[in-house]
């Protein structure tokens, strides 16, 4: 639209002076410095951070051991091994110590704008010592993996605490998933416990969280695994729910408050627990278990967008030193901020940065239970101006989405305490960037568009929002202590300008350590492709003054007549298209030219697919990139397969573009009917 046909893509970005002016990090001379130093002596580097922690005895051999060539040998990094520390202890307890008890840790939004709370440090810290001791008493010990299966509720955070003051491994699923992909992922990680809550709101939707964890179990004892204890939290109010006994009727009498049935919640006395009855009786002291550096801290399965999940195995010291200081550098944090990272704490986002970077910055922080669209299209903006946030971290999917409804939801609110917009998950194409930059940022903000996976634990390459000039749809250069080179295929390094694959040389604190169960896995999946390199699977570009574009999954990569096409370049091109609100594009075998590419287009309200839009869209990207890019297919995508976590399955977009109904694994997919549909709207001409 208009703002990328006036060139303003291809502008630099300079850093807000008001920003610029306060922040940890002012020039690119300053960062510059600061990352040399971070590469060439990480012990150094990262050792003086360490010192602002708590640690109860230091690292017995040396700060760093790693190998990274799996031809010498196994792959393994250990930083402060056999140094001793807690992350609840530096994230909750330290901060109280320090006299910031009563400073507000958490603010929660509820799915119903009038529903919110708050805890402070102190209260954080009580809650945290009861519920570990909830655990300890149902027979929790260090390095048993607990399975946590809630909405976005404080309890999440109080869980994923708990489990880490007594040395337990928290495995998060996202409360979206399916009784079967919760089933498996309990299995995977030979859980005994589950947590969950009873339901939750999302939207106008009441989902039943307990029938989910219910059918798990079952699954779970199908399979021969038992879940002995399921934790419930009572989250929703007495009105909307009713507790029976094995398998009593639905009540069908709507509640007061709300325009929805009741949920029916069945109840197994051997089994499940109310989390407030197990509280009441909790002591709120419990002593910390000091912990191994490298031992376990959670695992966390990634998103399955490129197929079966694996089990990303963190550890303690390392993640808790990246967490915290890609959190104050990547956000600027200081300490008035209020801060708001919309992701669920089911994903590694969530983890990272709602849950263990901000509280180990003593940051406040918010919870949010909703969606962007209930009651409207102007939630998110509504709650920044009810709690005044200043930093604010959110997916390219959410801008995208929201970006559809106009601009009138987002000016009719408050903005002006923002400082510092974030985005991840995808490419941000330049056109979402710019909506963020112009539109809700108002021109006053820098937009920090963060590269990283479940696997890197934190950002891995970012601007930094008082640094870095930055450019829509880079995400610039590396964090401290991160080495990225680009590859090609036969593994040649790809110096100045070029495309291929990302990858890393040298280890970061932050990074997995193992996959859950599989030493092998891991090894094969990010080291064996090119010996020495951790391998991200993502393809990259350097343009001429060193920035780098990721440009999505190297199996995302289209080779047509030879030219090696980036899909991510071909969507950015259609989603310029005024008609088109978000496309995926797909390789399709062709006779010619080995493969061409095939565009999912989906169109905004008002706009109908015809020939003539074809013919324009297929025009523009011509124009765009190049003759040789021209998509040889098109196809109306009134909806796209997404993840739960709103990435679109572009290897389910594939099967469709050749016709192909034998799809594999779903239980990622956020919403399976889409794929019937899409096959549906296929175009005979294919
Ligand atoms: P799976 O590994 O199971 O296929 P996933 O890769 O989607 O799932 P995550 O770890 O949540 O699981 O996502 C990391 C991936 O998301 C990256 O490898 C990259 O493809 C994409 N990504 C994240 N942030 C960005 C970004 N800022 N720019 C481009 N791509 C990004
Ligand atoms: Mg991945």
Not at 373 to 380: E, I, K, L, T, V
Request: charge should be negative; proline fraction near 5%; aromatic fraction near 12%.
């Amino acid at each position: 639209m208009a703002d990328v046909e006036n060139g303003e893509a291809d502008l630099l970005y300079f850093p807000p002076k008001a920003i610029q002016n306060e922040a940890h990090v002012q020039s690119m001379d300053q960062y510059r410095e600061m990352y040399k130093r971070s590469v060439e002596d990480p012990a150094g580097f990262w050792g003086d951070i360490a010192k602002q922690y708590h640690w109860e005895s230091p690292q017995t051999g040396e700060f760093l051991n790693y190998n990274f060539d799996y031809t010498k040998g196994p792959i393994s990094i250990k930083w402060l091994e056999g140094a001793k520390t807690n992350i609840c202890y530096n994230a909750v307890d330290r901060h109280v110590e320090n006299g910031h008890g009563d400073k507000i840790a958490f603010y929660w939004e509820g799915n119903d704008p009038d529903d919110h709370g708050k805890i402070t440090y102190r209260e954080l810290r009580a809650k945290v010592c009861k519920f570990a001791n909830v655990l300890k008493n149902l027979g929790v010990q260090k390095g048993d993996r607990v399975a946590i299966y809630m909405p976005m509720i404080l309890e999440i955070s109080v869980a994923m605490l708990a489990c880490a003051r007594i040395g337990a491994i928290h495995s998060i699923v996202f409360g979206g998933f399916s009784s079967e992909s919760l089933a498996d992922r309990i299995q995977d990680a030979k859980c005994r416990f589950l947590l969950t809550a009873d339901g939750v709101w999302r939207g106008a939707k009441l989902l039943n969280l307990k029938d989910i964890s219910d059918e798990a179990i079952v699954k779970c004892h199908q399979h021969g695994h038992e879940v002995e204890k399921c934790v419930v939290v009572r989250h929703l109010s007495p009105f909307e729910e009713q507790v029976v006994e094995g398998d009593g009727d639905c009540v069908e009498e709507p509640p007061a408050k709300r325009p929805a049935r009741q949920l029916r919640i069945r109840w197994h006395h051997d089994r499940d627990l109310w989390w407030h009855e197990l509280m009441e009786k909790a002591s709120d002291e419990c002593d910390i278990v000091w912990m191994d550096a490298e031992d376990p801290l959670f695992m966390l399965y990634t998103s399955g967008s490129t197929g079966k999940p694996k089990g990303v195995l963190h550890t303690v010291g390392g993640y808790m030193i990246y967490s915290s200081t890609t959190f104050k550098y990547v956000f600027d944090y200081h300490p008035d901020d209020i801060y708001w990272c919309t992701a669920d704490v089911g994903w590694i986002t969530g983890h990272t940065y709602v849950t263990y970077g901000p509280l180990i910055n003593c940051a406040t922080g918010i919870i949010f239970e909703g969606t962007p669209f209930y009651p409207d299209a102007g939630r998110f903006w509504a709650i920044v101006e009810k709690y005044k946030v200043t930093k604010f971290y959110t997916a390219p999917t959410a801008i995208r989405a929201i970006m559809r409804y106009g601009d009138g939801f987002v000016t009719k609110y408050d903005r002006s305490s923002l400082k510092v917009l974030g985005t991840v998950g995808e490419p941000i194409n330049p056109e979402a960037w710019l909506w963020y930059y112009n539109v809700v940022g108002n021109k006053q903000c820098a937009v920090v568009d963060t590269f990283w996976q479940t696997e890197t634990g934190g950002h891995v390459l970012t601007p930094l929002p008082g640094a870095t000039p930055t450019k829509p749809g880079s995400a610039t250069f590396p964090f401290f202590g991160i080495v990225p080179h680009i590859l090609s295929e036969d593994g040649k390094e790809v110096e100045d300008e070029g495309e291929g694959y990302l990858v890393f040389s040298q280890p970061w604190p932050g990074m997995m350590r193992t996959v859950y169960g599989s030493h092998e896995r891991f090894e094969t999946t990010y080291f064996k492709k090119f010996p020495g390199f951790y391998t991200t699977g993502d393809g990259a570009r350097r343009d001429k003054d060193g920035y780098i574009w990721v440009t999505g999954r190297i199996d995302d990569m289209v080779n047509v007549s030879g030219h090696l096409l980036s899909t991510a370049e071909i969507e950015s091109a259609l989603v310029e298209h005024k008609a088109v609100t978000e496309a995926a594009v797909v390789s399709h075998p062709h006779t010619i030219k080995g493969e061409c590419t095939y565009c999912f287009v989906t169109l905004k309200e008002g706009y109908e697919f015809t020939d003539e839009l074809e013919i324009e869209l297929k025009r523009m990207v011509r124009t765009k990139i190049g003759p040789f890019a021209e998509p040889d297919f098109i196809q109306n995508a009134p909806g796209l397969p997404k993840t739960r976590s709103g990435k679109i399955m572009r290897r389910i977009l594939r099967k469709v573009a050749v016709g192909n109904r034998d799809i594999g694994d779903v239980t990622t997919l956020a919403d399976e009917s889409v794929v019937d549909l899409l096959f549906e709207l296929r175009p005979e001409k294919v």
